[in-house]
C-alpha cells in the first residue's frame, strides 16, 4: 500500500451516488484533515510576508526543496510568501489544488512530510474540514504554477493536539513550500486533443471543453457491447491513471437502453473524487475502464451489466436490472 499524505485523512470510499441510489446528481467525495476540525472554528488569520526560513537548494518550481530550520520565534499570524509567481488560473476557496509540496517543523527543521519523494503530487480541495486552514487560507487567490511558502501556527495548522503520526506538537508552527501545479472547480474540463471517433456501434460524446456536459448519443439500433469498452474522446497527455490512485473528474452517466442520464457532475457546482481500489467494489467497470488512460482526458466507457450493478441495481432510479452503463469522464487529476 503507497503512503499517504500525513495532511489527508482516509482515501475517500469512492461516490456514495455510485454505490447508492442514483438521483441525477453526484456528492463529491472529499479528503478530510486529519486533524478533525474544532466545532467553531477559529477566526480568519491575519496574513503577513514572514519570518520565513531561507529556502536553500531545490530552489525551482517542482524541484524538492531544502529549508533551513527557523530562527527565532515565529509569528503569531500566518506567514505567506509566493517565492515563484504563477501565471495560471487564480485559485479560490473550494477550488481543488493539484500541487507538491514539503513540510517541516519549525524549531528542529524536521521534515515530517512531503510529496516529491513519492513522485505523485497532492489533489486536495480548498474547503473548511478537508486541509488544515493554513492551506486554505494561504493559497487562495494564488495562481497556478507559484511556488507559495508559509508558516502555519497551531491555531491554523493542527491546533493544541498536534499530529502525533507525524510527531508533530501543539505548540508547533510548521512551514511548507508548496508548488501550485493546477487547479480545478465544478466548472473544468478536460483539455485533451480530439480523437475520431470511427466506430459506429459505439456511442458518440461531444468534444467541448467549456465545462457543460457533453452529448452521448447512442443509437439504438446498436446491441450493447458484450465486453468493457474504453476508449479515448479526447486524449490528454498527462500520466497514466494505475489502479491504486484517486483521480478527481467530471463525468456523466447515461443508461444504454433507455438514454436516460442516472447521474453527473456537470451543473451539479461538484467534481467528483473517488478511489479506483474502492470504485472496484461499487462499479467495477469504471475502475477498469479508467485504469491505464492519461489525465487530461475525456473517456468513453460502456459497461456491460457483469461490470456495472447486474441484477442488482440501485432502487429508485433509472438504472434497471441488466442495464449497460454508459460513461463520459474528464480526468482532471490523480494522486
Given at each position: 500500500m503507497r503512503r499517504r499524505s500525513l495532511l489527508l485523512a482516509a482515501v475517500p470510499a469512492g461516490l456514495a451516488t455510485l454505490a447508492g441510489c442514483g438521483d441525477g446528481k453526484s456528492d463529491s467525495s472529499k479528503a478530510s484533515a486529519s486533524a478533525t476540525p474544532?466545532?467553531?472554528?477559529?477566526?480568519?488569520?491575519?496574513?503577513?510576508?514572514g519570518p520565513l526560513p531561507a529556502i536553500t537548494a531545490g530552489t525551482k518550481f517542482g524541484e524538492k526543496p531544502t529549508v533551513a530550520k527557523g530562527q527565532g520565534d515565529p509569528s503569531k499570524d500566518l506567514a505567506v510568501k509566493t517565492i515563484i509567481p504563477g501565471s495560471g488560473r487564480t485559485v479560490a476557496e473550494?477550488?481543488?489544488?493539484e500541487a507538491n509540496y514539503l513540510g517541516q517543523i519549525w524549531a528542529t527543521g524536521k521534515v515530517f512530510d512531503n510529496s516529491y519523494d513519492r513522485h505523485r503530487p497532492l489533489v486536495l480541495q480548498l474547503a473548511q474540514g478537508s486541509i488544515i486552514d493554513g492551506w486554505r487560507y494561504a493559497l487562495t487567490g494564488k495562481k497556478a504554477g507559484s511556488r507559495v511558502q508559509i508558516a502555519v501556527p497551531p491555531t491554523w495548522g493542527y491546533g493544541k493536539s498536534g499530529n502525533a503520526q507525524a510527531g508533530i506538537k501543539g505548540t508547533d508552527t510548521l512551514v511548507f513550500v508548496i508548488d501550485v501545479i493546477d487547479s480545478f472547480n465544478s466548472k473544468s474540463s478536460a483539455k485533451g486533443k480530439p480523437v475520431p471517433q470511427n466506430d459506429a456501434a459505439l456511442p458518440t460524446v461531444g468534444t467541448n471543453t467549456d465545462g457543460s456536459a457533453p452529448d452521448i448519443k447512442i443509437d439504438k439500433k446498436n446491441a450493447p457491447p458484450k465486453k468493457l469498452v474504453s476508449t479515448y474522446v479526447l486524449e490528454g497527455d498527462g500520466p497514466a491513471v494505475t489502479a491504486d490512485q484517486t483521480v478527481l473528474c467530471q463525468f456523466k452517466g447515461v443508461v444504454w437502453e433507455s438514454g436516460?442520464?442516472?447521474?453527473?457532475?456537470?451543473g451539479s457546482g461538484r467534481l467528483a473524487q473517488f478511489s479506483l481500489e474502492q470504485m472496484q467494489q461499487?462499479?467495477?467497470g469504471l475502475a477498469q475502464g479508467l485504469t491505464g488512460k492519461k489525465v487530461g482526458s475525456r473517456v468513453l466507457v460502456v459497461i456491460p451489466p457483469d461490470l456495472g450493478y447486474g441484477n442488482t441495481p440501485p432502487s429508485g432510479?433509472?438504472?434497471?436490472?441488466?442495464?449497460?452503463?454508459?460513461?463520459?469522464?474528464d480526468i482532471l487529476a490523480a494522486m
Open positions: 474544532s466545532a467553531s472554528a477559529p477566526p480568519p488569520p491575519k496574513i503577513v510576508e473550494n477550488d481543488f489544488v436516460k442520464t442516472f447521474q453527473e457532475t456537470y461499487a462499479v467495477k432510479g433509472v438504472v434497471q436490472k441488466g442495464s449497460t452503463l454508459v460513461f463520459s469522464v
